[in-house]
């Protein structure tokens, strides 16, 4: 009997974000043997033209390269799709128009967490300027009722910048170093939540943790969010 990918993932933005992806959705499957994990297919595109930069730039550049894996991953038969990047979360409205599966949006996967910690104070976006540009966390964050804020707010996103530039060159130890700083002036200003709303910056925090402020997870809420579309609980 054939086994068919039940869940298509678009990585490689960037790869190591992808890679933390994959080890979530292991780590959070409540698996005794091999068949008992997801089926699922992973195709790594890291020639993808940058999101960010894309988005500054006011070009639709990585779209068609976007269409094209969703296209991939519809002829294999998915039937749903999970996009490990926040950024390119700006394009989501134009790959469903177009998809056979459902593509599951990374921030109502993260914004579903905060009302699990009963978050009541102001909420940090901490992500590629691309993805701030875009506003599409800001507006599903105000229309849960959230007080919305950036890290431009506190003079901090060129150290965000840093941090995932870092990540994606592989230089972890200096990425936390950094990342350790944000979250500290973060919670000194006042922040009670952090999205760390880039798939390279979970990378950069894992292990931060602060006594006034929950780092949200958005790459973990996109794995559990994928795992309970097929019925696994976690």
């Keep these: 009997m054939p086994v068919r990918p039940r869940l298509g993932v678009i990585g490689g933005l960037g ?4 890679a933390d992806f994959y080890r979530k959705i292991v780590e959070l499957t ?12 992973l195709l790594s595109l890291p020639q993808i033209p940058d999101r960010s930069g894309a988005i500054l730039a006011e070009t639709d550049a990585p779209l068609p390269a976007l269409r094209q894996a969703v296209e991939t991953l519809d002829g294999l038969g998915v039937e749903a799709i999970a996009i490990v990047c926040n950024t390119a979360h700006h394009w989501y409205d134009e790959l469903t128009g177009s998809a056979r599966s459902t593509l599951l949006h990374i921030a109502d996967c993260a914004i579903a ?14 992500a ?11 507006r599903k964050l105000a229309a849960a009722g ?7 707010d506190i003079a901090a996103q060129a150290e965000v910048d840093t941090v995932i530039a870092r990540v994606k060159a592989g230089d972890l130890v200096g990425a ?3 990342m350790s700083d944000v979250v ?3 919670a000194a200003a006042g922040v009670k939540a952090g999205l760390l709303a880039c798939t390279e910056l979970p990378l950069a925090a894992e292990g931060l943790a602060s006594p006034d402020m929950v780092l949200i997870d958005p ?3 996109l794995a559990r969010a994928c795992l309970r579309r097929f019925g696994i609980a976690v």
């Design 15 to 18: 790869p190591m974000a992808s």
């Design 30 to 41: 409540p698996a005794r043997e091999d068949a008992e994990h997801l089926p699922l297919v």
């Design 113 to 126: 967490e905060l009302a699990v910690h009963r978050v009541a104070g102001p909420v940090m976006i901490l």
């Design 128 to 138: 590629t300027r691309g993805t701030l540009q875009s506003g599409f966390y800001q």
């Design 146 to 152: 959230y007080s919305v804020c950036t890290a431009f």
């Design 176 to 178: 936390r170093t950094v």
């Design 184 to 186: 500290e002036a973060a």
């Design 219 to 221: 790459t973990a809420e």
